[in-house]
């Protein structure tokens, strides 16, 4: 997915908030900014909006000396997902759909995103949670859960830190076995890596990998070789988030596009309206 102009003020938006969360110094502020424009002026608007922001908050860590502005968030996050995990998973046992269940509400923790949000809070979260057991979902997902049975294995591409504790709900109702979990190579926004992925208990579940770049999507030919064996042997990929469905290909038949959309540019290449929870695949695009 190519940058569009309405992906670029949020782009500057986006180092402003990391700015903000790496220190009070306005002139420092103002200096992210002044840089972050004018790599704006050159940018190659053919490439991806993840790419873009890579390059955005790769700025912001060499200006401010923070290399991780949102370690902070991604704790409190990882946090209160924690705290509502056995409340999440009694819904899931309860459920007489229960893998239906359990990816209902792996979708709607892709909401605790601050690449596409300024602010979040807990009480939004939990109103996603709830809506999203009874919302309509934008695309199949039985066609989903008939693939997800019959691959032999699975590529998890993780979004979020705090996210990725609702995906556990649907990975302990897989054969873990089958199941390759892969997070961020590098601290990027609030996207996961592998010590998030520890934190959420993902790494006694599953094998954990991560994709080798501080990208917040998945651009293949930025990608470990690690990576790139896991995704071209893999049966069936699950993509979370926005920042894979603006990178990856979609005309693979084994990618399910899986989000919360929740911005404009993304609902209209998706056909959704913001707010929407996504499953999308070539089949049903």
Same mark, same amino acid.
């Given at each position: 997915?190519?940058i569009?102009?309405d992906?670029?003020p ?13 220190g009070?110094?306005?002139q ?9 424009l004018?790599?704006l002026?050159?940018?190659? /608007? +053919?490439q &991806?909006?993840?790419m873009m *922001?890579?390059h955005?908050?790769e700025? @912001?860590r060499?200006? !401010?000396?923070?290399?991780?502005p ?5 704790k ?5 997902a924690?705290e ?8 899931v046992?309860a ?7 359990a990816?209902r ?11 596409a949000?300024?602010t979040?809070d807990n009480d939004k979260?939990l ?5 999203a057991?009874t ?5 199949d997902?039985g066609a989903?859960i008939?693939?997800m049975?019959?691959a032999?294995?699975?590529?998890w ?14 990975l302990e109702l /897989? +054969?873990? &076995?089958?199941?390759?979990? *892969? ?5 990027? @926004?609030?996207?996961? !890596?592998?010590?998030?992925a520890r934190?959420?208990g993902i790494c006694?579940?599953v094998t954990?990998?991560?994709?080798g770049?501080?990208?917040p999507?998945?651009e293949?030919?930025q ?7 896991a995704y071209?042997n ?6 979370k988030g926005q920042?894979n ?6 005309d693979d038949?084994?990618i399910?596009?899986?989000f ?8 209209r ?6 707010g929407?929870?996504?499953v999308?695949?070539k089949e049903?695009?």
């Amino acid at each position: 997915m190519k940058i569009y102009n309405d992906c670029i003020p949020c782009l500057v938006r986006q180092s402003l908030d990391a700015a903000r969360l790496a220190g009070d110094d306005e002139q420092m502020h103002q200096r992210v900014l002044k840089e972050t424009l004018t790599s704006l002026t050159q940018i190659d /608007l +053919d490439q &991806s909006p993840p790419m873009m *922001a890579a390059h955005t908050q790769e700025t @912001i860590r060499r200006v !401010t000396g923070d290399a991780d502005p949102y370690n902070a968030i991604k704790k409190q996050y990882n946090g209160f997902a924690l705290e509502l995990y056995p409340e999440l998973k009694k819904k899931v046992q309860a459920s007489a759909t229960a893998l239906e269940t359990a990816l209902r509400l792996s979708i709607a923790g892709n909401i605790i995103d601050f690449g596409a949000l300024s602010t979040l809070d807990n009480d939004k979260v939990l109103k996603t949670l709830d809506h999203a057991l009874t919302q309509d979902v934008h695309g199949d997902l039985g066609a989903l859960i008939n693939a997800m049975g019959k691959a032999r294995s699975i590529l998890w591409l993780a979004d979020n830190a705090g996210e990725i504790v609702c995906d556990r709900l649907v990975l302990e109702l /897989l +054969d873990k &076995s089958r199941v390759i979990f *892969a997070v961020r190579g590098a601290p990027v @926004i609030n996207d996961a !890596t592998r010590e998030d992925a520890r934190v959420a208990g993902i790494c006694d579940m599953v094998t954990v990998i991560d994709n080798g770049t501080a990208i917040p999507g998945t651009e293949l030919k930025q990608c470990s070789k690690e990576f790139i064996n896991a995704y071209e042997n893999a049966d069936l990929i699950i993509s979370k988030g926005q920042g894979n469905y603006e990178t990856l290909p979609h005309d693979d038949h084994r990618i399910y596009f899986l989000f919360k959309a929740k911005c404009p540019v993304v609902a209209r290449e998706a056909g959704c309206v913001v707010g929407d929870i996504v499953v999308q695949n070539k089949e049903n695009i």
